[in-house]
């Protein structure tokens, strides 16, 4: 095959008349070299193309076109040709890789039977009793690259220029707490040790698929009556109020009364469309509410809330004082427990990575952020990893566009695949939390955790699937974790005249008060909500020592009325990378009077 350059390929064109820049001529010398084609071959087939399509003019999108539809289906390269030309350009998914190192071991067995002793011992050497594999396949196994080549996603193989040249890899962007001289390492792989489970059990824990688009009107109702009922008589009870009034009755003094925040149109929530709706029990009605005798409020659709004001025509609640919710305790280790357990003096550190997918770059389906956070926890070794979806993004344009050239299980099978070995020798904890924009799970919420059958047992023992949302238990710290972008949807929709408090915070505490994981009612669009599973698996069981919120707004990391609030940013930004976070916590003891002692975190976010 001659040698093609891009002075062949203008040459070709220019008979044809067909002017190009040379980001047009470096991707037809792509396409040649990967459809091993003449520069004059590839010219007179897109003319071909390009006629047959009424004359297509020449650009980046109209080539990738005619790749898709061309010369991935003309110019494939036979079965038996293609395993050997591609094995050492190509990507494979995790078991050709195992057949192919089990094959060369064979082959290297069988030869070393008729080889001399010197030729025999020679091959002998290239094992040890730690690692029994040949150096061929250590160097396979070595590099989580080589399972998340773009070239068997999709048909760009371009890596993402934008992102192989960003700026401030491994700045930290945002801290928390005492982190002036803080080791930032696990415990050194020994997270045999790391106690990790579902805070409620799997008993009471959404573990398994389930039927959904089946729920009625009428349950939502239910749904959402007892909600109002229960958090109106944990405020009853609170702050000692004898009973609530209905909202609708005229009354000349100040009464209280108990209800649901919603908006008296379809529009956004302002201070003038405010509706006060009441159990059944306070009368079921709707009033609209006049704020503006309230100093402090923050207020969104969905808030159940109790108020104190006047209502002297029933048509009108005019607000004097607004109660503030109330949390839920926090997790209290039981007193036999934690006399069996052997906490030394100084408590060992743990480390917790946290990071929030899309892992490709917006520009192209190449994995290359996500084999670069398999480089960090190769090197920081925490001892639990939380990665949060999507693993493969419904929003992605080539997803969009139907450009990939292999199953979306498939892809997510090689990601939590690389994953899973690109982390073997650390032996972290791995907990996989799905996300609605998971093209290839369900679209619902609560989302039931991934499916992962093919997976050793070995591996099994290292990974933790959970659903979105879910409260998890390690080491005796408390996380509450969800995928779904709450800070953005509540943030549209909140309205707030408050000094001294920003709105992260405000959004935040409301999810503490309201004691679950979707205050939002009706929920945004894009969240396809089950309540009777909601009611069931979306509640907090307490508030937890540290809340992941990951969001499209911009990362942090503060306490909110006790809790540790994360917002660890995205992977990936567009086309250029995003964030992670990092917890180093420290169980304190357990005190004399057996009252509980907050754990101490430190926290940071840090650019991939």
């Given amino acids: 095959m001659a040698l093609v ?4 390929i203008k040459s070709e064109l220019s008979t044809f008349d067909i002017v190009c820049g040379d980001d047009i001529l470096d991707k037809l010398l792509e396409q040649c070299l990967c459809n091993r084609l003449q520069g004059d071959d590839i010219v007179l087939e897109w003319v071909a193309f390009s006629t047959t399509k009424g004359g297509l003019k020449l650009n980046l999108n109209t080539l990738e076109q005619f790749e898709h539809e061309v010369l991935n289906k003309k110019y494939k390269a036979k079965p038996a040709i293609a395993k050997r030309e591609e094995s050492h350009n190509r990507t494979r998914d995790i078991n050709s890789l195992h057949d192919l190192i089990k094959a060369e071991e064979e082959e290297e067995s069988l030869l070393d039977s008729y080889s001399t002793p010197a030729k025999g011992s020679q091959k002998r050497a290239l094992t040890t009793p730690e690692h029994p594999q040949s150096k061929r396949s250590a160097a396979l196994i070595a590099s989580p690259g080589l399972l998340l080549c773009s070239a068997s996603f999709s048909p760009s193989v371009t890596p993402s220029q934008k992102y192989s040249q960003r700026g401030g890899r491994g700045e930290v962007v945002s801290t928390f707490g005492a982190v002036q001289g803080t080791r930032w390492a696990g415990r050194k792989g020994q997270t045999n040790g790391v106690q990790l489970e579902l805070l409620e059990g799997s008993e009471d824990s959404l573990i398994n698929n389930y039927k959904y688009m089946f729920q009625r009107l009428r349950d939502v109702r239910n749904v959402l009556t007892e909600k109002i009922e229960e958090l109106g008589e944990e405020l009853r009870t609170n702050f000692n109020i004898e009973e609530f009034s209905p909202v609708s009755l005229p009354a000349q003094d100040s009464v209280t009364v108990m209800g649901q925040v919603c908006c008296d149109s379809n529009g956004k929530l302002n201070s003038q469309s405010v509706l006060l709706e009441a159990g059944p029990d306070q009368g079921g009605r709707q009033v609209p509410v ?110 969009e566009k139907s450009l990939v050239t292999e199953t979306f299980d498939a892809i997510f099978s090689r990601c939590v695949g690389s994953i899973v070995e690109g982390t073997k020798g650390v032996g972290c904890r791995l907990v996989f939390v799905p996300s609605q924009r998971d093209v290839h799970h369900h679209f619902i919420y609560p989302q039931p955790p991934f499916i992962l059958p093919d997976l050793s047992k070995d591996d099994a023992k290292r990974m933790t699937l959970v659903p979105d949302p879910c409260t998890l238990l390690i080491d005796g710290v408390t996380f509450g974790l969800t995928s779904t972008d709450i800070l953005f949807h509540m943030g549209a929709e909140e309205i707030s005249c408050a000094s001294g408090s920003d709105r992260f915070s405000r959004i ?70 995003g964030t992670y976070g990092r917890l180093l916590i420290q169980r304190s003891a357990p005190s004399i009077d057996g009252k509980r002692v907050s754990p101490c975190v430190a926290g940071q976010v840090v650019k991939i």
């Fill in 290 to 399: 006049d704020l503006s005798e309230l100093r402090d409020y923050s207020l969104f659709p969905g808030q159940v809330v109790v108020m104190e004001g006047m209502n002297t025509s029933g048509r009108k609640f005019v607000a004097s004082k607004l109660f503030e919710g109330v949390p839920l305790p926090f997790y209290s280790t039981p007193i036999k427990q934690e006399m069996d357990m052997d906490i030394p003096d100084v408590p060992e550190q743990l480390l917790v990575m946290v990071a929030c997918g899309p892992y490709t770059p917006s520009d192209g389906l190449t994995f290359d952020p996500l084999v670069d956070l398999i480089n960090v926890i190769a090197r920081d070794r925490p001892d639990v990893c939380i990665l949060l979806g999507p693993f493969v993004d419904s929003k992605h344009e080539q997803i």
């Fill in 508 to 577: 935040l505490k409301h999810m503490l008060t309201q004691r679950n994981y979707y205050p939002l009612y009706p929920p945004v669009e894009e969240v396809n909500m089950d309540y009777e599973k909601f009611q069931c698996y979306g509640q907090m069981p307490l508030s937890p020592d540290v809340l992941i919120v990951p969001s499209e707004l911009r990362f942090f990391i503060k306490d909110v009325i006790g809790c540790v609030c994360v917002n660890p940013g995205r992977l990936t930004k567009g086309q250029v990378g």
């Fill in 5 to 8: 350059n891009a002075d062949r």
